[in-house]
Nanobody, 122 residues
Framework: QVQLVESGGGLVQAGGSLRLSCAASGRTFSNYAMGWFRQGPGKEREFVSAISRSGGSTIYADSVKGRFTISRDNAKNTVYLEMNNLKPEDTAVYYC???????????????WGQGTQVTVSS
C-alpha cells in the first residue's frame, strides 16, 4: 500500500504558475504509475495528467496540454505537476494517486492523497 501527501497549492493570479508535489511513503514508489486529478466545488473529479513508472510515458487532459507538465523523481518518492499559464478554470482541489498502470480513469487508481487547493484569480 501507498500513502500520498500533496503540497504546493495556493492562490495565484491568472497567467501565473505553481508547482505541486506529491510525496509517497514506502520503498516501492517506482512500481506505481502516478496520476493527478482535480475536483472543483460541486463537480466530478476529472483527470489531469499521468506518468508511467519509469517516467517514459505521459498523458495529459486536452484542457491542460501545453500548460502543465508532469514529472517524477523516483529517488525522492515524489511526483510533480508544473502548472503554467493558469486560468480561473483550473481552480480546484488537486489530488495525486497511484495506479499499477498509467490510466486516465479515477477508478483505476487505488491510492489517493488528501488533495491541495489551487485557486486562480482573474
Amino acid at each position: 500500500q501507498v500513502q500520498l501527501v500533496e503540497s504546493g497549492g495556493g492562490l495565484v493570479q491568472a497567467g501565473g504558475s505553481l508547482r505541486l508535489s506529491c510525496a509517497a511513503s514506502g520503498r516501492t514508489f517506482s512500481n506505481y504509475a502516478m496520476g493527478w486529478f482535480r475536483q472543483g466545488p460541486g463537480k466530478e473529479r476529472e483527470f489531469v495528467s499521468a506518468i508511467s513508472r519509469s517516467g517514459g510515458s505521459t498523458i495529459y487532459a486536452d484542457s491542460v496540454k501545453g500548460r502543465f507538465t508532469i514529472s517524477r523523481d523516483n529517488a525522492k518518492n515524489t511526483v510533480y505537476l508544473e502548472m503554467n499559464n493558469l486560468k480561473p478554470e483550473d481552480t480546484a482541489v488537486y489530488y495525486c494517486a497511484a495506479s499499477g498502470l498509467i490510466r486516465t480513469t479515477p477508478t483505476s487508481y487505488g491510492y489517493w492523497g488528501q488533495g491541495t487547493q489551487v485557486t486562480v484569480s482573474s
